[in-house]
């Protein structure tokens, strides 16, 4: 599990992985100001599940905080997916610490510019009088990414990240105000009902791959290139100015630091949207699951789900069937997703305990069956070993150089998602 930084506290004490597997307690951590932290399972409102593909170790990486920065009405959900031959580390670590900076960085910004002017660029609107101006919101994710970068530069890490790095798209949700950190190719959805109360899903980040234009004009700017191979056309890269490694298949990432000089960035998007009453849940989710269902696929699926509490394990398991049938000859990718239910989040109480789950459409609560079910963590057979040469695969970064050492790549092909926007 990922360490935090010296100047950081560490969100648990005596933490493991057998303990949250087994104890149903462990699953839930307090954390500094109060928050309970899971990094699986799922609560009266939120659900989570990660299931590692046929690539090797699981390298993504999932959180919810309930009662975030000090607020019992803030929660904050992350997932993460790591790359590069430590990108289960960085993954992890990002999770572990990144909370405690942005935490860190938000109860600065409202104790000393609670009231700041508003962007008069952004759409943001009506924000709740307690709530901090959208401007202190973005300032504080900034500077809590860009300064948890910084640190894995300074190795204070204790592990390499020079050719290792993670996305992250991270949500907090405060009362109406739903604010949105997007770093790599994560994504993040919200599904809402249109006028004739049909499930639409809304994106909420971009995919910030090398050749988007703002992104590609960056990246050449600073004398990196941007090309996809003759063997993946489909896949754009960002490589170093003249050595066709490493490869990296997003333009915004943490760690990587062999290509920071060169057009990459940690820098987050940051946006932020007023929620209605319209709105039902929002979903986290790796590009393994994105790269094989739509957002509208995503959005049904969820809508329709009879346990709220299992709606992150339905829709991993849904990708990976999707993985095997529309490419059967390509090893299975990692898979995490967060689901937040608006609805129930709308209607709580009091948090209730991991035993008790969200049901059917009227949101009610039960007791779950079997707390197994929604544990969160499971990991596909090893029996089969993957390599670059089975299938069609796209990996997240190519380290071809030995001046990197001999790395395997190891992340999945983009499967160019099917956006034909069928009547529901």
Same mark, same amino acid.
């Given at each position: 599990?990922?360490?935090?930084?010296?100047?950081?506290?560490?969100?648990?004490?005596?933490?493991?992985?057998?303990?949250?597997?087994?104890?149903?307690?462990?699953?839930? =951590?307090?954390?500094?100001?109060?928050?309970?932290?899971?990094?699986?399972?799922?609560?009266?409102?939120?659900?989570?599940?990660?299931?590692?593909?046929?690539?090797?170790?699981?390298?993504?990486?999932?959180?919810?905080? $309930?009662?975030?920065?000090?607020?019992?009405?803030?929660?904050?959900?992350?997932?993460?997916?790591?790359?590069?031959?430590?990108?289960?580390?960085?993954?992890?670590?990002?999770?572990?610490?990144?909370?405690?900076?942005?935490?860190?960085?938000?109860?600065?910004?409202?104790?000393?510019?609670?009231?700041?002017?508003?962007?008069?660029?952004?759409?943001?609107?009506?924000?709740?009088?307690?709530?901090?101006?959208?401007?202190?919101?973005?300032?504080?994710?900034?500077?809590?990414? $860009?300064?948890?970068?910084?640190?894995?530069?300074?190795? =204070?890490?204790?592990?390499?990240?020079?050719?290792?790095?993670?996305?992250?798209?991270?949500?907090?949700?405060?009362?109406?105000?739903?604010?949105?950190?997007?770093?790599?190719?994560?994504?993040?959805?919200?599904?809402?009902?249109?006028?004739?109360?049909?499930?639409?899903?809304?994106?909420?980040?971009?995919?910030?791959?090398?050749?988007?234009?703002?992104?590609?004009?960056?990246?050449?700017?600073?004398?990196?290139?941007?090309?996809?191979?003759?063997?993946?056309?489909?896949?754009?890269?960002?490589?170093?100015?003249?050595?066709?490694?490493?490869?990296?298949?997003?333009? =915004?990432?943490?760690?990587?630091?062999?290509?920071?000089?060169?057009?990459?960035?940690?820098?987050?998007?940051?946006?932020?949207?007023?929620?209605?009453?319209?709105?039902?849940?929002?979903?986290?989710?790796?590009?393994?699951?994105?790269?094989?269902?739509?957002?509208?696929?995503?959005?049904?699926?969820?809508?329709?789900?009879?346990?709220?509490?299992?709606?992150?394990?339905?829709?991993?398991?849904?990708?990976?069937?999707?993985?095997?049938?529309?490419?059967?000859?390509?090893?299975?990718?990692?898979?995490?997703?967060?689901?937040?239910?608006?609805?129930?989040?709308?209607?709580?109480?009091?948090?209730?305990?991991?035993?008790?789950?969200?049901?059917?459409?009227?949101?009610?609560?039960?007791?779950?069956?079997?707390?197994?079910?929604?544990?969160?963590?499971?990991?596909?057979?090893?029996?089969?070993?993957?390599?670059?040469?089975?299938?069609?695969?796209?990996?997240?970064?190519?380290?071809?150089?030995?001046?990197?050492?001999?790395?395997?790549?190891?992340?999945?092909?983009?499967?160019?998602?099917?956006?034909?926007?069928?009547?529901?």
């Amino acid at each position: 599990m990922g360490v935090c930084c010296s100047k950081d506290k560490p969100i648990y004490e005596n933490f493991d992985k057998e303990s949250l597997a087994e104890d149903d307690d462990a699953r839930a =951590r307090a954390a500094e100001g109060g928050a309970r932290v899971r990094l699986l399972g799922a609560c009266a409102f939120a659900s989570m599940f990660t299931q590692q593909g046929r690539k090797g170790v699981n390298q993504d990486a999932m959180t919810i905080w $309930e009662g975030f920065a000090g607020d019992k009405d803030r929660i904050l959900c992350g997932v993460f997916d790591g790359h590069g031959p430590l990108g289960h580390k960085v993954a992890g670590h990002v999770r572990d610490v990144l909370p405690v900076k942005v935490a860190s960085e938000l109860k600065r910004s409202e104790s000393s510019d609670s009231h700041s002017d508003r962007d008069d660029t952004t759409e943001d609107t009506d924000y709740q009088e307690d709530a901090p101006s959208f401007d202190s919101w973005k300032d504080g994710f900034i500077k809590a990414f $860009e300064g948890l970068d910084g640190d894995f530069g300074a190795g =204070r890490a204790g592990f390499d990240c020079i050719c290792s790095g993670t996305t992250a798209v991270i949500v907090v949700k405060q009362g109406e105000d739903l604010m949105v950190a997007n770093l790599g190719d994560s994504r993040a959805i919200l599904c809402t009902r249109d006028d004739k109360n049909r499930p639409v899903p809304v994106q909420l980040t971009v995919d910030l791959k090398p050749n988007l234009p703002r992104e590609a004009e960056r990246i050449e700017s600073c004398r990196g290139r941007v090309f996809a191979l003759d063997e993946e056309p489909g896949v754009h890269r960002l490589w170093l100015p003249e050595d066709d490694s490493p490869g990296l298949a997003m333009a =915004r990432a943490f760690g990587d630091f062999c290509l920071k000089d060169f057009g990459l960035i940690a820098t987050p998007e940051v946006s932020h949207r007023k929620l209605t009453e319209r709105d039902e849940f929002v979903v986290l989710a790796t590009d393994g699951v994105w790269d094989v269902l739509s957002n509208r696929e995503v959005a049904k699926i969820v809508a329709s789900a009879g346990k709220k509490s299992d709606v992150a394990r339905l829709l991993v398991e849904r990708a990976v069937r999707e993985w095997r049938c529309k490419h059967p000859t390509s090893k299975v990718d990692d898979c995490a997703v967060v689901c937040l239910d608006l609805k129930a989040m709308a209607h709580k109480e009091e948090p209730r305990l991991l035993g008790q789950v969200s049901l059917s459409e009227s949101f009610k609560t039960a007791r779950s069956e079997d707390s197994e079910a929604v544990a969160g963590v499971h990991d596909e057979s090893k029996k089969d070993e993957w390599t670059a040469l089975e299938g069609v695969s796209r990996v997240n970064s190519l380290l071809k150089l030995p001046r990197f050492g001999n790395v395997l790549s190891w992340r999945k092909r983009s499967v160019k998602e099917a956006e034909a926007e069928e009547e529901v």
